[in-house]
Nanobody, 124 residues
């Protein structure tokens, strides 16, 4: 069984930065995908970013490209989401997820394990 636990959320001013962590316990397998999603109040969950273990490839939504960076620390079994130049519209609950490589990694269907979420609020 894979367990994911997010941390690092909080309140930050516009233009500020936060780094979210997603600690993974349990066995992911040789090839896996780690993803970050978010859900803003009154909106549907949306894809933010993903990392593929087989080639180290990453992907981002257009709304965060150039501001956010996903990474994976194999020694710590932890995924990170570095968020820079934060905007009020980035306010949401952020979730990490794990799954197998597929064509669905920009959708929730591509993931089988989810964390509980961490709140990020961008406000002055």
């Amino acid at each position: 069984q894979v367990l994911l636990v997010e941390s690092g959320g909080g309140l930050v001013q516009p233009g500020g930065s936060l780094r979210l962590s997603c600690a993974v316990s349990g066995r992911l397998g040789r090839y896996f995908v780690m993803g970050w999603f978010r859900r803003a109040p009154g909106k549907e969950r949306e894809f933010v970013s993903a990392f593929r273990s087989n080639d180290g490839g990453t992907g981002y939504s257009e709304s965060v490209k150039g501001r956010f960076a996903i990474s994976w620390d194999n020694a710590k079994n932890t995924a990170y989401l570095q968020m820079n130049s934060l905007k009020p519209e980035d306010t949401a609950v952020y979730y990490c997820a794990s799954g197998l490589p597929s064509s669905l990694i920009t959708t929730a269907r591509g993931y089988s394990n989810w964390g509980q979420g961490t709140q990020v609020t961008v406000s002055s």
